[in-house]
T-cell receptor, first 113, second 111 residues
Framework: SQTIHQWPATLVQPVGSPLSLECTVEGTSNPNLYWYRQAAGRGLQLLFY??????ISSEVPQNLSASRPQDRQFILSSKKLLLSDSGFYLC????????????FGDGTRLSIL | SQQGEEDPQALSIQEGENATMNCSYKTSINNLQWYRQNSGRGLVHLILIRSNEREKHSGRLRVTLDTSKKSSSLLITASRAADTASYFCATGGGATNKLIFGTGTLLAVQP
């Protein structure tokens, strides 16, 4: 069966520090991969998605970037964190075929001080 | 940007009662999906209904879709305390399976 791992679960970082959040998927090949951010009490905002290695699409301009160095690895990064980067970050995957659900990791709670 | 708007924003009911949540969206879709999120956790997929379907069932869940009104509803029958969670609708389309999520309904089921 497929599983998705996301870490760390919580992270406290100072303003201006770098960020690296990692997400890996097991049990499937060539998945679509997604990064979302969720503000407190709100819906999910799609940040990035990827349909293959090295293929990244950005949905909103921001202080973050994403990379996909391997088929089942998706990384969210920042060179210098801002206070506004605080939030709950969720990684998800879906099969490559159309009309498929997404499957989510347990998220990373990021607090910027 | 948010595609869907859920209504109500919050709902409190007693165990055993039915819970109905509504979702409205703006653009044409390939499918509409419902997800549940327990506090502090990731989202769990509940049900997917395609644009050419009008109703779908899964256990105690019933989803309807009215593409002419650009709306969907999620009915949870005989609710349980364990159903307490936030529920989100999301519209999907295209080969990338990208989703646009609504703002969610916070459901509290009192034992």
């Amino acid at each position: 069966s497929q599983t998705i791992h996301q870490w760390p679960a919580t992270l406290v970082q100072p303003v201006g520090s770098p960020l690296s959040l990692e997400c890996t998927v097991e049990g499937t090949s060539n998945p679509n991969l997604y990064w979302y951010r969720q503000a407190a009490g709100r819906g999910l905002q799609l940040l990035f998605y990827s349909v293959g290695i090295g293929q990244i699409s950005s949905e909103v301009p921001q202080n973050l970037s994403a990379s996909r160095p391997q088929d089942r690895q998706f990384i969210l990064s920042s060179k210098k964190l801002l206070l506004s980067d605080s939030g709950f970050y969720l990684c998800a995957w879906s099969p490559l075929t159309n009309n498929q659900p997404q499957h989510f990791g347990d998220g990373t709670r990021l607090s910027i001080l | 940007s948010q595609q869907g708007e859920e209504d109500p924003q919050a709902l409190s009911i007693q165990e055993g009662e039915n819970a109905t949540m509504n979702c409205s969206y703006k653009t044409s879709i390939n499918n509409l999906q419902w997800y549940r999120q327990n506090s502090g956790r990731g989202l769990v997929h509940l049900i997917l209904i395609r644009s050419n379907e009008r109703e779908k069932h899964s256990g105690r869940l019933r989803v309807t879709l009215d593409t002419s009104k650009k709306s969907s509803s999620l009915l949870i029958t005989a609710s349980r305390a364990a159903d307490t969670a936030s529920y989100f609708c999301a519209t999907g389309g295209g080969a990338t399976n990208k989703l646009i999520f609504g703002t969610g309904t916070l459901l509290a089921v009192q034992p």
